[in-house]
């Protein structure tokens, strides 16, 4: 059975007037100006994704500082639905503590070279962990073959990583690295 997880990258199309452009790829006069939705328009988007279609987990359905909106989705549709902060959190204790005291997400994206040290990014994974959330370790654009982050998950027990499609190296190195740790 196939589940659905969504990377939205909102912080990518989040205006300077607090809202959400939906067509922020088109310029000129073609721009459909109804395509700019609050966030809490937004978030009745994703509740309807996911009654309509098997979405399991919503990755920055938000802008980065838009705590509000995160903790609006996440008390209705987090028992549902995995809202994982990663532009939100950046793996950083400190952003995990106010999304813990905001209930604004109930999963964190572990991205080791996102906070810089290891000792960080433990920290930040107790605390998600001692919150109830989910942890999932990430790869980064521009990703090497070095297979660290699938010891990491398997050493953490963070239960999900997310290294892309089986189509290069660099992400073959990381589940080829999980196959060998399976076998011992």
């Known amino acids: 059975?196939?589940?659905?997880g969504m990377d939205v990258a909102a912080s990518e199309f989040y205006t300077e007037s607090k809202m959400y452009d939906l067509d922020f790829k088109t310029e000129g006069d073609a721009k459909d100006k109804s395509q700019t939705i609050t966030g809490e328009a937004l978030t009745?988007?994703?509740q309807q994704f996911c009654a309509d279609f098997p979405v399991v987990s919503i990755e920055d359905p938000f802008d980065q500082d838009d705590f509000p909106a995160y903790g609006a989705m996440t008390k209705l549709l987090g028992e549902k639905c995995q809202?994982?902060?990663?532009?939100?959190?950046?793996t950083n204790p400190k952003r995990v503590q106010k999304a813990i005291d905001e209930k604004a997400c109930n999963a964190l994206l572990l991205k080791v070279n996102q906070i810089g040290s290891v000792s960080e990014s433990i920290e930040a994974v107790g605390m998600a962990k001692k919150a109830g959330w989910g942890v999932m370790t990430s790869h980064r654009s521009g990703e090497t073959e070095d297979s660290f982050i699938a010891d990491l998950?398997?050493?953490l027990a963070t239960g999900?990583?997310?290294?892309g499609a089986p189509c290069r190296s660099e992400r073959l190195a990381k589940y080829n690295q999980l196959l060998r740790i399976?076998?011992?």
């Open 182 to 184: 399976e076998e011992e």
């Open 44 to 46: 009745k988007m994703y």
């Open 153 to 155: 998950a398997v050493g």
């Open 83 to 90: 809202v994982v902060g990663d532009d939100l959190l950046v």
């Open 1 to 4: 059975k196939v589940k659905i």
């Open 160 to 163: 999900q990583i997310k290294t």
